[in-house]
């Protein structure tokens, strides 16, 4: 069994930051693709950003230039650096996990979700 818990939500006003962070624990062999993801009232999730456990990540446009992902794969954990945050950064983000366990089966992990909220 595997979970990923998310931390690092919060309130502020437009140009402020936040640090989001997710780790994953259970029975894991290991962690491929690691993500966030966003869903804005009335909307699904779109992906924010993707991280590799080695090589290039991947953003959203509106996230470009602004949002940094990273990862400590000695925590099975994955960051999201938000800066210069904006209105419509509003939403609840998710953590996604395409995680290995111990019996060798991959799947597709989601965290709770953390609410992040951004003042004009």
């Known amino acids: 069994q595997v979970q990923l818990v998310e931390s690092g939500g919060g309130s502020v006003q437009a140009g402020g930051s936040l640090r989001l962070s997710c780790a994953a624990s259970g029975s894991i062999f290991s962690i491929n693709d690691m993500g966030w993801y966003r869903r804005a009232p009335g909307n699904g999730r779109e992906l924010v950003a993707t991280i590799p456990n080695s090589g290039s990540t991947n953003y959203a446009d509106s996230a470009k230039g602004r949002f940094t992902i990273s990862r400590d794969n000695a925590k099975n954990t994955v960051y999201l650096q938000m800066n210069s945050l904006k209105p419509e950064d509003t939403g609840v983000y998710y953590c996604?996990?395409?995680?290995?366990?111990?019996?060798?089966?991959?799947?597709?992990?989601w965290g709770q979700g953390t609410q992040v909220t951004v003042s004009a």
């Open positions: 996604n996990a395409d995680v290995r366990s111990s019996d060798m089966v991959s799947r597709t992990y």
